[in-house]
Nanobody, 125 residues
Framework: QVRLVESGGGLVQAGGSLRLSCAAS????????MGWLRRAPGEEREFVTA????????DYTDSVKGRFTSSRDNAKNMVYLQMNRLKPEDTAVYYC??????????????????WGQGTQVTVSS
């Protein structure tokens, strides 16, 4: 069992930055690839980024490449999403999710076993 709690969301102007954090409980945190997915109002849930168990492999959706960076600290059971040069279209609820796998990452939400409650990110124009 893994419990995930996101923090760090808020209101920011376009061009600004936010850093999301995801605190995970459980002794097997390092066994999980971690993802960030988002849902904008009236839209389907969308993959944003994922990081493998070691932190050595990351994957980003095209719209955030070069602006967002995911990282993790297995010693602290933490995952981070640094978001720079934010755009109004980044406005969404951002969810941290855990996917138990020995290698790689997934873009498929259904493959993630555990989810946080989400944190709202609002980017004003």
């Amino acid at each position: 069992q893994v419990r995930l709690v996101e923090s760090g969301g808020g209101l920011v102007q376009a061009g600004g930055s936010l850093r999301l954090s995801c605190a995970a409980s459980g002794r097997t945190f390092s066994s999980y690839a971690m993802g960030w997915l988002r849902r904008a109002p009236g839209e389907e849930r969308e993959f944003v980024t994922a990081i493998d168990w070691s932190g050595g492999t990351t994957d980003y959706t095209d719209s955030v490449k070069g602006r967002f960076t995911s990282s993790r600290d297995n010693a602290k059971n933490m995952v981070y999403l640094q978001m720079n040069r934010l755009k109004p279209e980044d406005t969404a609820v951002y969810y941290c999710a855990a996917d138990r796998r020995n290698w790689g990452t997934s873009r498929i939400g259904a493959e993630y076993e555990y989810w946080g409650q989400g944190t709202q990110v609002t980017v004003s124009s």
